[in-house]
């Protein structure tokens, strides 16, 4: 009894990526595969037995298409056994503090992505991928079992980004009889044909691999006789005893898989201490990452308001004697050569992309200045280096995290207090592995040095001179009265 490829041969699966609202969507990717149980369930006097999921390597996949926020119909889908699912690196151009995000919202280019507010703090973007069955013979009713599994795709960066709970689902494909009768002849002489078929009538997603079998709720007689009718005048059969209300009822229902994407946030600030500190002078500071996997294209917006470059960011800087460096160079690094975009609802905010990062970007701050860029996925490593001149120069880390030393693999190690290495007039400090929002104060300090013990004024060499050529002459007098005595 083969299935009908009817309306019933796809289902939908979510694919949910937890976005922070001060981060953008990054470019990452997922992989997902079908596979089957190695073995069938047997049923019971309660459960439905359970059959392995038949030719899984037919199944057709497709990315459902979006249009204005809403998902469109996807076409027939590719035949195999996995399908890729790719983010781009995208800014939400809505405010996402607004609790209403309606169909309006769309994101910078065409991603096949839907945006929905989420829980407080965050919003999701949203992918939803098909499953075709219509190429899979079935050739008796009953459940058949697939296990969906989600890994990273290997052509994408998932830094920061871990799954929720399990990776893998248990998708049950419910396999119905759909036998009907066609009738032909007339005046009484009828001459009934019978039609198997079976059919798809439904699919449960679970999370997890889900090793029980769906326990009945109905019951129907076996060989139950056909005695629905058809306005034609044709008749269906029964379901031959097949429950397809029942349910794995211990484990937990699922419309697909969701991944959290965690990111942190980077404030230095400058502050200059000391009588001979010019505290209208430049400093460059240079932030850089060592982490391969930060993709390119990522981009990294400064939090307007939690940064004091108005000035800069806005317009052309104007650096004092004091600073060794030109108008245009500071301008064009602290605006990043006008790389602005929408961030936030807010229009022209300056960001920096990953390819930046990695190389190392430049920020020129003066006395209690101080600049925050969002948006850093977890887990990277990266340094911040000043060059502090003929300053001598102080960190404070008084952030979230404080600390460094640990790495992806091992988190936990991330316990040693951040502190300022020098080489020459360069301080640096390093983070290994980034694990919540940190904040760094650097203090150059330049003390000029007052004289101490007696103090002459201008005045005394003089008195002092008189005093002398005084003396001198009364002694002269003196003597001359006693030769001539």
């Known amino acids: 009894m083969p299935a009908t490829p009817a309306s019933d041969s796809t289902t939908e699966i979510k694919k949910v990526l937890v976005v922070p609202d001060d981060a953008t969507i990054p470019d990452c990717g997922f992989t997902f595969t079908a596979s089957v149980p190695q073995e069938d369930i047997a049923g019971t006097a309660t459960t439905l037995p359970v059959k392995k999921g038949l030719t899984h390597g037919k199944i057709k996949w497709s990315v459902v298409p979006v249009t204005n926020n809403t998902f469109g119909t996807a076409s027939s889908g590719t035949v195999g056994a996995s399908l890729n699912v790719p983010y781009a690196a995208n800014v939400v151009t809505s405010s996402l503090v607004d609790t209403d995000i309606g169909a309006t919202t769309t994101v910078e280019t065409a991603d096949n992505v839907v945006i929905m507010k989420g829980e407080t703090g965050n919003y999701y973007a949203v992918k939803e991928f098909q499953l075709d069955f219509s190429d899979i013979v079935f050739t008796e009713p009953g459940v058949y079992r697939y296990i969906l599994t989600e890994t990273d795709q290997t052509d994408k960066s998932n830094v920061g980004i871990t799954v929720e709970g399990e990776d893998t689902r248990t998708l049950d494909v419910y396999v119905e009889d759909a036998s009907y009768y066609t009738r032909t002849g007339e005046d009484g002489n009828y001459t009934y044909e019978l039609h198997p078929t079976l059919r798809i009538s439904k699919y449960i997603l679970y999370t997890g691999t889900v090793t029980d079998a769906p326990e009945k709720k109905e019951t129907a007689s076996a060989g139950e006789t056909p005695t629905e009718k058809f306005e034609d005048g044709s008749t269906r059969t029964g379901e031959y005893g097949f429950d397809n209300t029942a349910e794995a009822v211990s484990a937990s229902k699922s419309v697909g898989f969701k991944n959290i994407y965690d990111t942190n946030s980077i404030r230095i600030e400058k502050q200059v201490t000391g009588n001979q500190g010019s505290r209208d002078q430049y400093f460059k500071f240079t932030l850089k990452s060592a982490t391969t996997d930060i993709p390119d294209e990522a981009m990294f917006f400064i939090n307007t308001a939690q940064t004091s470059l108005s000035t800069t960011l806005a317009g052309t800087a104007v650096p004092n004697d004091s ?139 003089v008195v002092i001179g008189v005093s002398v050529i005084g003396g001198i002459v009364y002694l002269s007098l003196r003597r001359r009265r006693e030769d001539e005595e």
């Open 323 to 461: 600073t060794k460096y030109t108008s245009d160079v500071i301008t064009a690094a602290n605006t990043n050569s006008d790389k602005k975009g929408t961030y936030k609802g807010v229009a022209d905010v300056t960001y920096f992309t990953g390819a930046q990062l990695k190389a190392g970007f430049d920020i020129y701050l003066q006395h209690d200045q101080y600049i925050t860029i969002e948006g850093l996925p977890k887990g990277i490593e990266y340094t911040v280096s000043e060059d502090f001149e003929d300053y001598t120069a102080e960190l404070a880390s008084t952030g979230v995290d404080k600390t460094t030393g640990g790495s992806v693999a091992s988190p936990d190690e991330d316990t040693t207090d951040m502190s300022l290495s020098t080489a020459g007039s360069v301080g640096t400090t390093e983070d290994t592995y980034m694990q919540g929002d940190a904040e760094l104060v650097f203090t150059n300090k330049k003390q000029g040095v007052i004289p101490t013990g007696i103090v002459l004024s201008a005045a005394a060499p």
